[in-house]
């Protein structure tokens, strides 16, 4: 789920539909839960803490969210403090993650990270390709505007992907995103000073499914 203030200033942000806009989602939620994240629980019980986030950021809409409430876990939260979580997180560098449709809301949105998750680092330690991540890319991409961009290397820093490099061109140094290792989270365009790096649309509607496959 990329960050909405990014596609907000887009080019292409009259192609942002109400499935991948943060405020859309939280619009749509009727209840929402936030509860403690059991991946930075776990690290917490190890004695270590979230390089990223100070967050829980663990979000149950809606029936998850009846159902967590009943159990006693997690608290409630309302649309405008929803939406504040999760446009800190995604400036944190977490990345917005639920199931790849369009259904609105979505059951359960959370911002993982790349030092507590345990998907994304076991797939960081085993060098597990793209193509086998089980994951899907959101559709926009960030590109760099190179006039702009004056290498100060916060995009680079602050990027869980590894995604970009800050190279010299002409002994000037550049921002250059490796769209292969990109998935469109937008957190590098919130955290660009000079505003040199912008969200572009690059893949179509159609490539997220209308909703999920049926397992009956």
């Not at 955290?191 to 999920?212: D, F, Y």
Request: proline share 6%; glycine share 6%; aromatic share 8%.
């Amino acid at each position: 789920l990329p960050a909405w203030k990014a596609l907000n200033v887009s080019p292409d942000r009259d192609q942002i539909q109400p499935w991948e806009d943060q405020r859309a989602m939280a619009a749509a939620t009727k209840l929402c839960v936030e509860i403690p994240c059991p991946c930075r629980v776990q690290i917490a019980s190890s004695g270590g803490k979230c390089e990223r986030t100070e967050l829980d950021a663990c979000l149950l809409f809606d029936r998850e969210a009846e159902y967590s409430l009943s159990k006693g876990i997690g608290r409630k939260i309302d649309q405008k403090e929803l939406l504040a979580i999760m446009e800190q997180a995604s400036y944190d560098g977490t990345a917005g993650s639920y199931l790849n449709n369009r259904a609105m809301p979505a059951p359960t949105l959370c911002y993982c990270c790349d030092c507590c998750c345990h998907l994304w680092t076991a797939m960081k330690r085993y060098d597990v390709s793209q193509e086998h991540r089980g994951w899907a890319k959101s559709r926009w991409q960030p590109e760099v505007d190179a006039k702009l961009c004056d290498g100060c290397g916060a995009c680079a820093d602050k990027c869980p992907w590894q995604a970009i490099e800050i190279n010299f061109f002409d002994s000037k140094a550049k921002a250059v995103i490796d769209t292969d290792k990109c998935w469109g989270c937008a957190g590098c365009a919130l955290w660009c000073q000079p505003e040199a790096i912008i969200m572009r649309c690059v893949r179509p509607e159609e490539r997220v499914p209308e909703k999920l496959p049926s397992l009956h």
